[in-house]
Each structure stands twice: as structure tokens, then as C-alpha cells.
């Protein structure tokens, strides 16, 4: 913040910090965000909730990010998104109830020449088929940490 | 820095370079790096040193090859490309230094999708490292930048661009010439140059390739184009999906301002410009000028009408000028050039070159840069060298969620800004997905509308609320539940978001939803009529996900 000037431009910057430093934003977090910045709560929060990057909500564990850009889902995306949903319950923007795995859906990772394309915490793989992804997850879920 | 130091620069990274007798390069782009080519890169770098050849052998990260669907990709001297290459085949690529290549990897070059292309502003990518600027340098970096500064005036530099016929590449394709003029007679105490590196395009990774493979050429191009309009401050507006391209941006940066080309009193001329990023947060409506100049100035992304126009009153009131990654990438060759040289490729009103990013149901999936007004089948069946698993060709997404999806009837036509338009699509930033009869047309439009619906800002009612039914009745056909009824006023609700939205997002959020409508209406009909979907993807009642 300080690097920004404290100042209202820099909200944007700030709170992806914040998030990259805890993995996401809590209202305490916006709260002291927005305080310092000199900037409503409401104009926090407002921008936190309009980009899709930020997050409100603690990630789990392990992330899964599916693409879901137009390659991606033409190449077999949604089939993904069901064996993580069959299997795990979980769709897009959820958490496995245990805490274990959060399923995130992107617009694109750029990877268009690999569709489809999963980044398992941050490592990206290409060509993934709906069984990889099941033994990924489940690898996750059943390891004991 | 002169002339005369720029190329000292250059010719001591030549002599350090020339110390190895054999170079084998790495792609460390992000297509590569998704298939662990920096594990290969480590595998080489270790058996070199295994060997003790570190003086004879150099092991170098590069930019993007475009054969993407391949990789990882790795190329020996000037001759070699080896593809799908693995960690252990460390040691047979360094023995075949001295004698012939390893066949098993070898990948032909002598097809369409290498001879095709036209590398302009690729023209570095898979050459040189991207993490050193004196490799830039030395393949010609920085020289367009220092002659401006010492040879042109701004209004000499602003004719130069015209007369090259550069168009905006990030869809819309406005004249760069002209928005630069405009910028640079716009009176303001502060003036601003912007890059928008926020490619939100779903299918599209162009932007994403350039600054991953050569940083220094948007970096220049930015700088050219604050000489000439004017500008003080430039910033990048990057998505933050992007962490590489972040990273080495970060790098370039570093590097060009240690080299004192970037910060004041740049090459002892008058011009000072000093580059910050911006990071995006995944809002595809910051792709539009107005959004994006909200976002940089750390608010909600929301656009606003236009005039005035950002070259008047753009970033915190001042004059701005904005455009896209390629456009600046393609600055640095026009000027080193000329203005007349670019224009003599492509067509009479779309000049240059095009990169794409070629992607979905074809064999060759990368990216690729060719002149403008290269036909569709000579993308798809040469380039892309055909369908994948011998399926059918159906259609060619262009433009992304503004886009629409051309039939095989158009696969001749030339891939330029009019063609384009007037077949119901539009060029777009350079995505290009190639779909088989597996694809369901309806439910491609379906995807585009549902993407354009959670994308919508809401400022506007049409787009706010007219997204949300297109895409409800688009669920309907797609569940065999829709009526004839309903298929009119999807087409009606097309054209009120078209004529009424406020910005670009909501004008051609109907686009992919039109061009199915007009070229595949039977599918529609199938779907409605007899309940039936010829690809087999909306099943009856329940369709998934």
C-alpha cells in the first residue's frame, strides 16, 4: 500500500497482494484494506466481488483449476467438470466439504494448443482425460497431511 | 545510449554466444512449460555439466516455436526441431551434436504449417532468450527505438505508422496511424500510453506467446509510440492468469531501465517514459478501452459512453493512448523497415501480418502468424494440417464470444478485417477454433452466451438482462425444451442487444449466436422441431454439466 502512495488507485494492486499473502480476502482484510486506502468499504468490496480473480472464501487444501475457454470445452472440458462433480460433488467455486480440494472453473488459461487443461495447484497439464483427473483428486484426497 | 553503444552491446553478446559451437534451445513458453519442458531444459543443462561441455555448449531458454500441440520443443543449430521431447533424452540429443540428428524426435519443417507462415512480429520467438535483453539487442532490439529518437520527429514517426496500414490487433482494428495522431494533437498536461495485455478471449493466447517470448519488443514499441504522442508514463494491464508473461515482463523491465532505455532523459533525447504493470483480475469487459482505464485507475472494470474517446480523456482525465500487445509488437519492424515494406504485405485494407491462435479439433494446434488474407482452408487443411482423428470439418470459430462460427462454405474466403465483418464474424484478437461434427452449434452458442452473460459489467439493461434470457432460451433449445416461438425472440433479442448495449461486450455479445442462427439454422430446427442433436452433445431433458 505504502508502495502505491495509500492511495484510492491502488486498491486493485493491494488486494491482489492481500490475496497472494493469506489465499484470500476476508472482511477484516477488506476492512483494513479499505481504511487505509481511504476508500468506503462498499467500493472494497464492490471491486473484490466484480473480478472473478479475487476470492471471499478460504481455498482448500489443494486447488484444481478446469479450463473451461472454448477450445477447452470443445475438446472435453464438460466431461471433466462431471467426473469432479460425480465423483467429489463439487463444481466450480467449491470446496470438498473436508477442506481438501477446491475446484475453481477458468476462462482460458491459454493453453488452447493442449485443451483440455487442468492446473493441479500450479502445475499446468494438457491432454487431461476425465480419469487422470479422477486419480489426481483422489490422490489428493485420500493423502494424509 | 547511441547508436554506436547499442550495437557494442550487441556485439559482445555475438562474441559471448559465438565462444559455444553448439546451441540447443529449449522452448520455455507456456505450452511447453505445461508439458514439463523446464524439466527437460534442467536434464540438458545437467548432462552438459555431467560432460564438462559448459564452454562448448550452451543450453538456451526460448520464446514460443508455435507448434504447440508438440511440445516440448527443442531445436539444435539451425536445423534440428525435435518434438515431444522427455527429460531422458538428455544424453541422446547432446551425442547427435557431432553427428546426425536423433530421427526418433525429429520434426519435419519443410511442411505448410512452418513454410506458410510469415514471421514478423514473431520473428524472435523460439530465436532468442527472453530473459536477456542483450540478446534482443543483438537481433536487432532497440535499434528502431534509437534511431527514432535520433533521426525522426514525432510527426515523422506518426507518418511512418500510417503509411504501414497498421490496424488496432486487438479486434476492432482502428487504424493505428490515425489513434496515434489523434493522441499526440490532444492537449494535455500528462499524457499516457497504455498496453492491454488483458487477453480475455476464451481460445486465444497470442498476446499471452509474445510476452513470454520476446517482452522487449512491446516494451519497445511502447516506448516508440510515447515519442511520438507525447506520453510520460506508460503502463501494462496484464492479466493476472498469466504469472509468466508477469514475471518476464518484470524482467524486461528491470533490464531495459538498468540500460537506461527506459527512465528519463532516454538516449540524451528529451523523451522520459517510465512502464508500470497493472495486473488484471479476470473481467473480460477490461479488454474494452473505457473498463480497462477504470480498472487501471483501481475500480470496478465498467465502461462508459464514448465520445469523449480515450485519446482525448482517457486515464485520470488525460490523454491515453491504448493498444493492444501485437500492435506494439509490431511497431519496432515497421519503423527498422519501413512503413512502406509492412504495407506491401497482406491485402489492399488489411496490411501486415496476423498471429492466430490455432486451436481445437486440427492436427497442427499452436501458433502461427501469416499475412493477412491467407484463406480459411489454407489455415485449417495446410497450416493446421487438417482435422484431428479424421473427423469432419464443421466450422471456424473467429473473434471468440464476438465472434461467429463460418461454415465450410466460407473456407476460401481471405482472413482479413472485411471479409470477416461481412460474413458475420470478425477478426477479433486472433483466436481461431476449428470445430469437427462432434461440436453441436447450438450448444457452442449456448457456451459463448453463458460466457458473455457472467461476463456482463450490468451497467446496461439490454446487456445486463438481454444475456441472461438469450442464454435461457439457448438452455431451453439445448434441453429440447424450446418452442418456435422462442427461436424468434432470441433473433429479436439479438438485435436489440446489438443496436442498444452500451459497450463492444454487449453489441456483439448476439454475434456467435447470429452467425449459428444464419448458417446452421437446421440444427436450430432439429433441436426444436424433432428434439433431436445431430452431434449427440444435448441429450434429451438432461443435458449435463
Do not use: V
Given at each position: 500500500m505504502r508502495r502505491m502512495g495509500n492511495q484510492p488507485r491502488g486498491l486493485i494492486e493491494t488486494l491482489h497482494t492481500v490475496q497472494e499473502t493469506f489465499g484470500y480476502l476476508d472482511l477484516d482484510a477488506l476492512r483494513y484494506v479499505a481504511a487505509s486506502l481511504r476508500v468506503p468499504l462498499s467500493r472494497a468490496y464492490g471491486v473484490a466481488t466484480f473480478y472473478h480473480f479475487f476470492t471471499l472464501k478460504p481455498p482448500g487444501e489443494h486447488t484444481c483449476v478446469i479450463c473451461i475457454g472454448t477450445a477447452c470445452y470443445i475438446k472435453g472440458a464438460p466431461q471433466l467438470l462431471n467426473a469432479v462433480k460425480q465423483e467429489f460433488g463439487v463444481a466450480p467455486g467449491q470446496t470438498t466439504v473436508d477442506g481438501k480440494i477446491s475446484v475453481l472453473g477458468a476462462r482460458c488459461l491459454g493453453s488452447c494448443g493442449l485443451a483440455p487443461a487442468v492446473v493441479y495447484d500450479r502445475e499446468v497439464a494438457g491432454k487431461v482425460t476425465p480419469e487422470a483427473l479422477r486419480k489426481r483428486l483422489s490422490g489428493w484426497k485420500s493423502h494424509v497431511s | 545510449m547511441s547508436p554506436e553503444e547499442l550495437e557494442q552491446i550487441g556485439e559482445s553478446e555475438r562474441e559471448r554466444q559465438a565462444q559455444f559451437s553448439h546451441t540447443v534451445k529449449v522452448c520455455v513458453a507456456a505450452g511447453c512449460v505445461s508439458c514439463q519442458s523446464e524439466g527437460v531444459k534442467a536434464a540438458l543443462e545437467k548432462e552438459v555439466s555431467r560432460r564438462r561441455g559448459e564452454g562448448e555448449c550452451q543450453i538456451k531458454g526460448v520464446g514460443c516455436m508455435g507448434l504447440c500441440a508438440d511440445g516440448p520443443l527443442v531445436t539444435v543449430g539451425d536445423s534440428a526441431l525435435y518434438s515431444h521431447v522427455a527429460e531422458a533424452d538428455a544424453p541422446a540429443i547432446l551425442d547427435s551434436l557431432q553427428g546426425t540428428p536423433v530421427s526418433r524426435l525429429l520434426c519435419p519443417t519443410d511442411v505448410p504449417f512452418f513454410q506458410k507462415q510469415k514471421k514478423v512480429v514473431l520473428e524472435n520467438s523460439g530465436e532468442i532468450d527472453p530473459e536477456r535483453i542483450e540478446d534482443y539487442i543483438l537481433h536487432g532490439g532497440y535499434s528502431a527505438l534509437v534511431r527514432v529518437l535520433s533521426e525522426m520527429t514525432p510527426g515523422q514517426v506518426v507518418e511512418e505508422v500510417t503509411r504501414s496500414g497498421l490496424r488496432g490487433r486487438g479486434g476492432a482494428g482502428y487504424p493505428t496511424g490515425l489513434k496515434w495522431s489523434t493522441v499526440s494533437k490532444a492537449a494535455g498536461e500528462k499524457k499516457y500510453v497504455i498496453c492491454n495485455a488483458d487477453e480475455g478471449d476464451p481460445g486465444a493466447f497470442m498476446d499471452r506467446s509474445v510476452l513470454e517470448s520476446d517482452p522487449h519488443r512491446v516494451l519497445e514499441g511502447m516506448l516508440i509510440a510515447a515519442y511520438a504522442v507525447g506520453a510520460s508514463q506508460g503502463y501494462i494491464y496484464v492479466r493476472a492468469e498469466y504469472p509468466l508473461a508477469i514475471k518476464r515482463l518484470r524482467i524486461a523491465i528491470k533490464q531495459a531501465e538498468r540500460l537506461e532505455?527506459?527512465?528519463?532523459?532516454?538516449c540524451g533525447s528529451r523523451l522520459s517514459f517510465h512502464v508500470d504493470l497493472r495486473l488484471g483480475a479476470g473481467a473480460f469487459v477490461c479488454g474494452e478501452e473505457t473498463a480497462l482505464i477504470a480498472s487501471v485507475e483501481g475500480r470496478r472494470g465498467i465502461p462508459r459512453p464514448r465520445p469523449p474517446y480515450p485519446a482525448q480523456e482517457g486515464l485520470f482525465g488525460e490523454p491515453t493512448l491504448i493498444n493492444n500487445v501485437e500492435t506494439f509488437a509490431s511497431v519496432a519492424p515497421i519503423i527498422r523497415n519501413g512503413g512502406a515494406w509492412y504495407a506491401q504485405i497482406g491485402t489492399e485494407k488489411s496490411k501486415g501480418t496476423k498471429v492466430f491462435a490455432l486451436a481445437g479439433s486440427v492436427k497442427n494446434t499452436g501458433l502461427v502468424e501469416v499475412p493477412m488474407g491467407t484463406t480459411l482452408r489454407q489455415m485449417v487443411f495446410e497450416i493446421g494440417g487438417g482435422m484431428s482423428e479424421g473427423r469432419k470439418f464443421k466450422a471456424v470459430q473467429t473473434g471468440g464470444p464476438s465472434g461467429g462460427c463460418l461454415p465450410e462454405q466460407f473456407l476460401d474466403m481471405p482472413v482479413d478485417y472485411e471479409s470477416l465483418a461481412k460474413a458475420g464474424s470478425i477478426m477479433g484478437s486472433g483466436g481461431m477454433i476449428v470445430m469437427d461434427d462432434s461440436s453441436c452449434m447450438v450448444d457452442v452458442a449456448r457456451f459463448f452466451m453463458d460466457f458473455c452473460m457472467s461476463e456482463s459489467c450490468g451497467k446496461c439493461i439490454p446487456c445486463r438482462a438481454g444475456t441472461y434470457h438469450m442464454r435461457r432460451i439457448l438452455e431451453g433449445i439445448t434441453r429440447h425444451q424450446a418452442s418456435a416461438e422462442d427461436l424468434a425472440q432470441l433473433q429479436e433479442l439479438a438485435d436489440l442487444l446489438r443496436n442498444t448495449s452500451l459497450c463492444g461486450l454487449g453489441q456483439s455479445a448476439p454475434n456467435p449466436v447470429m452467425s449459428t442462427l444464419r448458417y446452421f439454422a437446421e440444427e436450430y430446427r432439429a433441436h426444436v422441431e424433432q428434439h433431436h442433436c445431430a452431434a449427440g452433445v444435448c441429450k434429451n431433458g438432461h443435458k449435463d454439466e
Open positions: - | 532505455l527506459l527512465g528519463n532523459d532516454i
